[in-house]
């Protein structure tokens, strides 16, 4: 079976998977974490405004209270071998799925701009760090001292050697410094010891690959395998054998407007056939936000013609104002000296309604975040 469906009809389907259509309630926020699959966490103001968008009344606590107190959340290197935010629970799908691709890809990093030798040659090292962070947490700086590698060199290589161990999910993010939306400073810790009830593995890397295929799809669907793999930051050809697996499972979606087989999980089908016209919706996505990040294909709500305007150079992702189901524009939000201003540039001209209910979310913004707000509107186009 092969299904037709217009553009309209996916966008508002993921969004609706994504909870951007309407907000979970405050209770559920760790499920949404999960059933997005996470929240990149290139800075911390960032990953707080990805669930504040889809979460009610959601407090500026919560993320480092799950993350330092309860540890139900866990901050490690994990898709596109960037940082995310996840449940603790999933780790070891996410470490098992990924970690084969991520190495490779930090190993021909590493060895390719002479940061070591050899893919190897860090290894022998892991066991100074773990020993180091028996006691606990440390900053890069700490276990640079306790580790008594003195010259300035060793300590960026101390930084790369923390983000290898943890790509290899031996440790994680743990405490770290500084108000809820700019972190100052970062320490780490041995996942034994953060994370003791958790079993790295307890998955073989098949069933962690083919779990974490199906949670893609039922959060970004109906997706191709090349989006999957842009989203997880791996190759195609490394997909393709879970994709392959749940063949029996899965059903090709036509979307005219954009490229490829795109494909969803059978039970899935019903829910997409049935999305409803909605009233328009406006959300303010952070950098770097989930729904940005989750296709290669990025037309189900970005209109090519502006795609330069909201992926930068170098590798930055722009901050996007969502008006009903496609990006209508970018945004700022800066540090002043009394107070906070927003600076918003749509793409085009935004209809009175769509204008009123742009500024009603940037109430809300106020209202979470607790700053003063200066709203300044940049000319459209």
């Given at each position: 079976?092969?299904?037709?469906?217009?553009?309209?009809?996916?966008?508002?389907?993921?969004?609706?998977?994504?909870?951007?259509?309407?907000?979970?309630?405050?209770?559920?926020?760790?499920?949404?974490?999960?059933?997005?699959?996470g929240?990149?966490?290139?800075?911390?103001?960032?990953?707080?405004?990805?669930?504040?968008?889809?979460?009610?009344?959601?407090?500026?606590?919560?993320?480092?209270?799950?993350?330092?107190?309860?540890?139900?959340?866990?901050?490690?290197?994990?898709?596109?071998?960037?940082?995310?935010?996840?449940?603790?629970?999933?780790?070891?799908?996410?470490?098992?799925?990924?970690?084969?691709?991520?190495?490779?890809?930090?190993?021909?990093?590493?060895?390719?701009?002479?940061?070591?030798?050899?893919?190897?040659?860090?290894?022998?090292?892991?066991?100074?760090?773990?020993?180091?962070?028996?006691?606990?947490?440390?900053?890069?700086?700490?276990?640079?001292?306790?580790?008594?590698?003195?010259?300035?060199?060793?300590?960026?290589?101390?930084?790369?050697?923390?983000?290898?161990m943890?790509?290899?999910?031996?440790?994680?993010?743990?405490?770290?410094?500084?108000?809820?939306?700019?972190?100052?400073?970062?320490s780490?810790?041995?996942?034994?010891?953060?994370?003791?009830?958790?079993?790295?593995?307890?998955?073989?890397?098949?069933?962690?690959?083919?779990?974490?295929?199906?949670?893609?799809?039922?959060?970004?669907?109906?997706?191709?395998?090349?989006?999957?793999?842009?989203?997880?930051?791996?190759?195609?050809?490394?997909?393709?054998?879970?994709?392959?697996?749940?063949?029996?499972?899965?059903?090709?979606?036509v979307?005219?407007?954009?490229?490829?087989?795109?494909?969803?999980?059978?039970?899935?089908?019903?829910?997409?056939?049935?999305?409803?016209?909605?009233?328009?919706?406006?959300?303010?996505?952070?950098?770097?936000?989930a729904?940005?990040?989750?296709?290669?294909?990025?037309?189900?709500?970005?209109?090519?013609?502006?795609?330069?305007?909201?992926l930068?150079?170098?590798?930055d992702?722009?901050?996007?104002?969502?008006?009903?189901?496609?990006?209508?524009?970018?945004?700022?939000?800066?540090?002043?000296?009394?107070?906070?201003?927003?600076?918003?540039?749509p793409?085009?001209?935004?209809?009175?309604?769509?204008?009123?209910?742009?500024?009603?979310?940037?109430?809300?913004?106020?209202?979470?975040?607790?700053?003063?707000?200066?709203?300044?509107?940049?000319?459209?186009?």
């Amino acid at each position: 079976m092969i299904l037709e469906i217009p553009l309209r009809k996916a966008a508002l389907f993921t969004l609706s998977r994504q909870h951007l259509l309407e907000r979970a309630p405050r209770d559920l926020a760790l499920d949404v974490v999960d059933e997005i699959l996470g929240l990149n966490a290139q800075g911390a103001i960032n990953v707080q405004l990805s669930l504040w968008n889809r979460v009610a009344d959601l407090e500026t606590g919560f993320i480092p209270r799950a993350l330092h107190v309860d540890r139900s959340l866990v901050k490690t290197w994990l898709m596109r071998n960037t940082v995310h935010v996840i449940p603790s629970k999933q780790l070891p799908i996410y470490h098992k799925a990924l970690g084969r691709s991520l190495i490779r890809e930090w190993n021909r990093w590493t060895t390719k701009t002479g940061s070591k030798e050899s893919a190897t040659s860090w290894e022998p090292l892991y066991s100074q760090v773990l020993k180091a962070l028996e006691g606990g947490p440390l900053t890069i700086r700490q276990l640079h001292d306790v580790l008594k590698w003195k010259d300035g060199e060793s300590r960026i290589t101390v930084s790369r050697l923390v983000r290898e161990m943890s790509l290899r999910g031996l440790l994680c993010h743990s405490e770290s410094s500084g108000p809820w939306h700019h972190t100052t400073q970062y320490s780490f810790a041995r996942v034994d010891k953060w994370l003791p009830g958790i079993d790295q593995e307890s998955q073989s890397e098949d069933e962690a690959l083919t779990s974490l295929v199906r949670g893609y799809l039922r959060a970004y669907g109906p997706a191709s395998i090349s989006d999957f793999a842009y989203w997880a930051g791996m190759k195609v050809s490394e997909a393709r054998p879970a994709f392959n697996g749940l063949s029996d499972s899965l059903v090709e979606v036509v979307v005219p407007e954009q490229r490829g087989k795109l494909l969803i999980l059978n039970e899935d089908v019903p829910t997409l056939l049935e999305v409803e016209e909605r009233p328009s919706v406006v959300r303010l996505l952070p950098c770097f936000d989930a729904l940005i990040m989750g296709h290669k294909d990025k037309t189900r709500f970005i209109d090519p013609r502006v795609l330069n305007r909201i992926l930068l150079p170098p590798g930055d992702i722009a901050a996007t104002i969502m008006v009903d189901d496609r990006v209508q524009g970018v945004w700022t939000l800066r540090k002043m000296k009394k107070a906070w201003r927003i600076e918003l540039s749509p793409f085009n001209i935004l209809s009175r309604d769509e204008i009123d209910a742009v500024k009603a979310e940037v109430d809300q913004l106020q209202s979470f975040t607790g700053f003063e707000i200066e709203l300044i509107w940049k000319k459209a186009g």
